[in-house]
C-alpha cells in the first residue's frame, strides 16, 4: 500500500525536521556543513578494485579523457606512502578556512562540520585518511565531519579511529545507497547490492556513529512503488538522516549517453514533487531531513532542465510540502 496524501487546510503546519533544525536544537547556534572536495581521491567502482566506469550517472574520467588526471594508483594499495598528503593537506584547511569565511558572513554560521563530499572519501589508505580527518578537526569551530563513501569502502580500522573521534565531535558518515533493488542497482552499475548495505550500516550504528543514507528517484526502470519500498526500507535500518535527489543527466557520465539514444526519460518536476511527498509521509519524524532537491547548476548539467533552477525548485517544493502538513 502507499501513502496518500490529504491537504493540510485543517491541520497547523509542522516544520521539517531538517539540518539546520537539528544542529540548532543541539548547540543552540548556527552550525553549517562545509563541503570539500580532496584532489586524487576515486572510487572503488572508477578506479577498478570493484569495477571501471562508476555507476551510470557519475562523471568522471572514463567518460572524459580531458578531465583532470594524476597518477593515484598509491589508493589501491593501502600500505603505500601518499606522496601527495601535504598537498591535499594544504587543499584541504585552505578550503575549510575560505568556506567559514562565507558561510559566517553569508549566514551568520558559528559552528561548522567538515563534509568530505567528492567520490568515496574512505577509499584511501588508513594513514592518509587518519591525518585528513584529523587536520579537519584541527581547525576552529569545526565540531564534527561527515564522510560521504559507499557500503563496500568502509573498514574496522576506519571505524575504530571514527568511534574514539565520536567521543568528543559530532561524526556521521554518509551512505550512497540509491535503490533497495539489486535489479536497479545492476542497471546503474552501482557495484555492491543492498545486502552490502544493510550489513555496513549495522556496523557503523553498533560504533554509535550516526549515519546519512543517500537516496535517487527517478532510476532507471524503477516504478513509484519500488521508490517508495527504497524509502521505507531504509528508514527501517535506524538511519539517523535522509537525502533524496532527483537523477539528473550530466555531460561524462553513462547516462548521457543513454538520454541521446532515447534509453532514458528523467522525472519532470511535478512527479518528483509528489513522489517526495509521498516518501516523507513514509519517514518518521525524528528522522533528520539533509537534502530535497537537484542542487545541479553547472554548465554540465543536460538534464532535467528544472534542475538548473534552484531558487524554483525550492518554492515548488515549500508549496508541495505545505500541501501534506510541513513548513521547509
Ligand atoms: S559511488 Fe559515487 S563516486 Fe563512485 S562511481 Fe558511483 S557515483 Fe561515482
Not at 157 to 176: A, C, H, P, T
Request: hydrophobic share 35%; with cysteine.
Amino acid at each position: 500500500m502507499t501513502a496518500t496524501i490529504s491537504s493540510s487546510k485543517n491541520r497547523s503546519l509542522i516544520p521539517l525536521f531538517t539540518t539546520g533544525r537539528y544542529f540548532k536544537e543541539k548547540y543552540g547556534v548556527k552550525v553549517y556543513k562545509i563541503p570539500v572536495s580532496i584532489s586524487g581521491f576515486t572510487c572503488p567502482n572508477i578506479h577498478g578494485k570493484v569495477a571501471k566506469g562508476g555507476c551510470i550517472y557519475c562523471e568522471n574520467r572514463s567518460f572524459s579523457p580531458n578531465l583532470k588526471s594524476n597518477n593515484f594508483d598509491f589508493l589501491l594499495n593501502p600500505d603505500s606512502k601518499n606522496p601527495f598528503l601535504e598537498q591535499q593537506l594544504k587543499e584541504l584547511s585552505s578550503q575549510i578556512e575560505k568556506s567559514k569565511i562565507k558561510l559566517s558572513n553569508k549566514f551568520g554560521a558559528q559552528k561548522f562540520i567538515v563534509y568530505f563530499q567528492s567520490f568515496t572519501n574512505t577509499y584511501a589508505p588508513l594513514q592518509t585518511l587518519i591525518k585528513l580527518y584529523e587536520r579537519a578537526l584541527l581547525h576552529d569551530d569545526v565540531i564534527g565531519l561527515s564522510i560521504g563513501t559507499r557500503s563496500d569502502s568502509i573498514s574496522s580500522e576506519i571505524l575504530d579511529f571514527l568511534e574514539e573521534k565520536s567521543q568528543d565531535y559530532e561524526i556521521w558518515l554518509e551512505i550512497g545507497v540509491q535503490s533497495i533493488h539489486d535489479e536497479t542497482l545492476k542497471i546503474i552499475n552501482r557495484g555492491h547490492d543492498f545486502n552490502s548495505v544493510q550489513k555496513s550500516i549495522s556496523k557503523i550504528k553498533k560504533r554509535g556513529l550516526k549515519v546519512c543514507v543517500h537516496l535517487i528517484f527517478g532510476l532507471p526502470k524503477e516504478s513509484e512503488e519500488m521508490i517508495l519500498k527504497s524509502v521505507k526500507k531504509s528508514v527501517a535500518l535506524e538511519i539517523d538522516a535522509l537525502k533524496i535527489h532527483p537523477l539528473y543527466i550530466t555531460k561524462n557520465s553513462a547516462l548521457a549517453r543513454w538520454y541521446a539514444n532515447g534509453i532514458y526519460e528523467p522525472l519532470d518536476k511535478d512527479s518528483y514533487l509528489n513522489l517526495l511527498a509521498k516518501a516523507l509521509l513514509l519517514t518518521p519524524r525524528h528522522i533528520i531531513i539533509q537534502r530535497l532537491m537537484a542542487g545541479e547548476d553547472s554548465e554540465n548539467l543536460i538534464a532535467p532542465l528544472w534542475c538548473k533552477d534552484y531558487r524554483s525548485q525550492k518554492s515548488s517544493l515549500a508549496k508541495k510540502l505545505k500541501e501534506i502538513g510541513f513548513i521547509y
